[in-house]
Nanobody, 124 residues
Framework: QVQLVESGGGLVQSGGSLRLSCAAS????????MAWFRQAPGKGREFVAA????????YDADSAKGRFTISRDNARNTVYLQMNSLKPEDTATYYC?????????????????WGKGTLVTVPS
């Protein structure tokens, strides 16, 4: 049974930092591409960042590039999202997702497995 469990969310002031973690089990983590998505209240789920099994990284230019860093530790079956300079518009539930095939675009519909999410709140 595949499980992706996110942690590290919480309440942080504008300009602060958080590191999200996603621990994977029940799958051969090292061959999966891993991604972070987020969903703000009342909005659709959007792509944030991805890291392939070879380590190639893609960021959403608008939301993440320059502030967020995705990384993975295959020995720990864990993917991370370091988020710096957080803004109120980063408030969302953050989800980790996994897929083995390389998608042409990092659409939520291409992902195979999902975690249940962790809430990040940045008050205005």
């Amino acid at each position: 049974q595949v499980q992706l469990v996110e942690s590290g969310g919480g309440l942080v002031q504008s300009g602060g930092s958080l590191r999200l973690s996603c621990a994977a089990s029940g799958l051969r983590f090292s061959i999966y591409h891993m991604a972070w998505f987020r969903q703000a209240p009342g909005k659709g789920r959007e792509f944030v960042a991805a890291i392939t099994w070879t380590g190639t990284i893609t960021y959403d230019a608008d939301s993440a590039k320059g502030r967020f860093t995705i990384s993975r530790d295959n020995a720990r079956n864990t993917v991370y999202l370091q988020m710096n300079s957080l803004k109120p518009e980063d408030t969302a539930t953050y989800y980790c997702a996994a897929v083995t095939t390389t998608p042409s675009t990092w659409s939520q519909y291409d992902m195979t497995y999902w975690g249940k999410g962790t809430l990040v709140t940045v008050p205005s």
